[in-house]
């Protein structure tokens, strides 16, 4: 079991930065690959980025390449996104995801509760 918690959200104005930060419990956190999604009003939930378990490989959505970076310390249990060049479109809550595939156990997945980004124009 793996619990997830967010913090970081907030309002921001357009142009501007905000870093997310989602601490994991547990001891099983570096086998996890994780990763960002949001959802914003009336939208389905769409991913953002994700990094893999090692930290060396990291994945985004075009609409974030280049303004995000996802980063993780397994030493802290914490896996970060440094969002930059913030727009309004950016505006939903964002969720952190854990997975985690094992032979023959099949797929693992745990969700945070989310925090709210607001960019104001």
């Known amino acids: 079991q793996v619990q997830l918690v967010e913090s970081g959200g907030g309002l921001v104005q357009a142009g501007g930065s905000l870093r997310l930060s989602c601490a994991a419990s547990?001891?099983?956190?570096?086998?996890?690959?994780m990763g960002w999604f949001r959802q914003a009003p009336g939208k389905e939930r769409e991913f953002v980025a994700a990094?893999?378990?090692?930290?060396?490989?990291?994945y985004y959505a075009d609409s974030v390449k280049g303004r995000f970076t996802i980063s993780r310390d397994n030493a802290k249990n914490t896996v970060y996104l440094q969002m930059n060049s913030l727009k309004p479109e950016d505006t939903a809550v964002y969720y952190c995801?854990?997975?985690?595939?094992?032979?023959?156990?099949?797929?693992?997945?745990?969700w945070g509760q989310g925090t709210q980004v607001t960019v104001s124009a």
């Open positions: 995801n854990a997975q985690r595939f094992i032979i023959g156990a099949g797929v693992s997945e745990y």
């Open positions: 990094i893999s378990w090692s930290g060396g490989s990291t």
């Open positions: 547990g001891r099983t956190f570096s086998s996890y690959a």
